[in-house]
Nanobody
């Protein structure tokens, strides 16, 4: 059973930056593809960025050029570097680890972009 714990969220002004982390325990992160999702109040959870076991990334159009997803398998950690943050980036951010047989979710970390 893999446990995922996100951290790094907080309050930031528009145009600012944050770095989210997702630390895995109970399993080797290298075995899993990973996805960052976010959910704003009253909205559905949507994919932000994905990184497969080879390190290939894909992004939602709304964050391309501003967010960077990476992984450090040696540290069992997934990252999301967020820059040029906008008000509409405010949401709870979740990480997900998955294979074709398993899916695990973290508990989320709040990101609030406000002036």
């Amino acid at each position: 059973q893999v446990q995922l714990v996100e951290s790094g969220g907080g309050l930031v002004q528009p145009g600012g930056s944050l770095r989210l982390s997702c630390v895995a325990s109970g399993g080797a992160l290298s075995m899993y593809s990973m996805t960052w999702y976010r959910q704003a109040p009253g909205k559905e959870r949507t994919m932000v960025a994905d990184i497969d076991t080879y390190g290939t990334t894909s992004y939602d159009d709304s964050v391309k050029g501003r967010f960077t997803c990476s992984r450090d398998n040696a540290k069992n950690t997934l990252f999301l570097e967020m820059s040029s943050l906008k008000l509409e980036d405010t949401a709870v951010y979740y990480c997900k680890a998955y294979t074709w047989q398993e899916i695990y979710w973290g508990q989320g970390t709040q990101v609030t972009v406000s002036s």
